[in-house]
């Protein structure tokens, strides 16, 4: 079994099984060997932009001797795809509007999977709100932490509406944060928000203090952006007292 980090074997649990996974920014090829070797899929398609790191991939398919279940393509997001040939895609690594971009370019392919496993690592809140506002529906979600970084993931099927345990989430919470990681109490969600409440007080005070030798339009906006992340930080936290 390969080795892969502890982001990607999140991504990994996140998988329901198919029958063919599309890797999208397959990088290396690992998690598209991981997959297989699981048994997630019966076959992948490990696709991205860049020839260097898809001729590794090339290369640790086959010494993992996986050559004739996972084929490699050049591809820019799921272009070199025909539609119905996969019934999943994985895709992270990379910003969320980039994803986005991607998910848009071929928005027909996408609505075909039974399953779009994501991660995104920019923008979260904002493309939370694109699926949500464009039929896609969160089914499950996950949230680790590895060299400090904290990494949110998504599985999302393509159908409107929210599950039963969530509904009660007011959508700004669920798009910043993740519903389904307040329903369930996230540990990890919860270390986050805690931090991310220290570096929000820690810059509010920061700018108090620079205000107090003069007023300055953009630290007032400033301000009042990052009392309003707080608001917002203070209202999840509250999720995991009751």
């Avoid at 932009?49 to 279940?69: D, N, Q, S, T, V």
């Avoid at 540990?187 to 700018?207: G, H, I, K, S």
Wanted: charged share 30%; hydrophobic share 40%.
């Amino acid at each position: 079994m390969i080795r892969i980090s502890k982001r990607l074997e999140a991504l990994t649990r996140l998988c329901l099984t198919g029958g063919c996974g599309a890797d999208v920014g397959c990088d290396h090829g690992y998690l598209s060997i991981r997959l297989i070797q699981e048994e997630r899929f019966a076959r992948m398609l490990a696709m991205d932009l860049r020839e260097g790191p898809l001729a590794a991939a090339k290369e640790h398919i086959a010494e993992a001797g996986l050559a004739e279940r996972i084929t490699c393509r050049i591809s820019d997001g799921l272009r070199a795809m025909q539609a119905g040939e996969a019934d999943a895609m994985i895709c992270a690594g990379m910003g969320g509007l980039l994803m986005q971009k991607i998910l848009v370019q071929d928005i027909d392919k996408v609505r075909q999977m039974r399953q779009l496993i994501l991660q995104p690592q920019s923008d979260i809140r904002d493309f939370r709100q694109w699926l949500r506002e464009n039929g896609f529906a969160i089914e499950a979600e996950d949230m680790i932490c590895e060299d400090g970084k904290y990494y949110p993931m998504m599985r999302v099927v393509p159908e409107a509406g929210q599950k039963a345990d969530t509904k009660d989430i007011p959508m700004e919470l669920a798009d910043a944060f993740g519903g389904e990681l307040l329903a369930e109490k996230h540990p990890v969600l919860r270390d986050y928000l805690a931090q991310r409440e220290r570096f929000v007080t820690e810059a509010l005070e920061q700018l108090r203090r620079a205000q107090q030798q003069g007023s300055d339009a953009r630290r007032e906006q400033r301000t009042e952006e990052l009392l309003q992340e707080r608001q917002l930080i203070q209202e999840a936290i509250s999720y995991y007292s009751t």
